[in-house]
Nanobody, 126 residues
Framework: QVQLVESGGGLVQAGGSLRLSCAAS????????MGWFRQAPGKEREFVSA????????FYADSVKGRFTISRDNPKNTVYLQMNSLNFEDTAVYYC???????????????????WGKGTLVTVSS
């Protein structure tokens, strides 16, 4: 089994920044993709960004491109999401997910993720 633990959420004013972290533990894999998804109240879970552990290749949703940056620290088995220029529409619970197969650019479908964290709440005040 794999455990994913997110941290770094909180309350921030519009225009501000936050950095989320997702630490993976338990069963290890040589290669996998890790992604960030978010879900706002009353809305479906949506893809935010993903990264491949081995190559570092990244993929972003259009809504966050240029504002969010995903990165990884392989020795720590941790993935980060730096979020800048936050706006009210970014308010959501952010989830970390892991999938051991497929290309990083195919990470947009949350239904195909194998492991999930419990989420961390990001609230952007206007």
């Amino acid at each position: 089994q794999v455990q994913l633990v997110e941290s770094g959420g909180g309350l921030v004013q519009a225009g501000g920044s936050l950095r989320l972290s997702c630490a993976a533990s338990g069963r290890t894999f040589n290669d996998y993709n890790m992604g960030w998804f978010r879900q706002a109240p009353g809305k479906e879970r949506e893809f935010v960004s993903a990264i491949n552990r081995r190559t570092g290749s990244t993929f972003y949703a259009d809504s966050v491109k240029g504002r969010f940056t995903i990165s990884r620290d392989n020795p720590k088995n941790t993935v980060y999401l730096q979020m800048n220029s936050l706006n009210f529409e970014d308010t959501a619970v952010y989830y970390c997910a892991l999938r051991t197969w497929g290309a990083v650019r195919a990470m947009a479908d949350w239904r195909t993720m194998e492991y999930w964290g419990k989420g961390t709440l990001v609230t952007v005040s206007s």
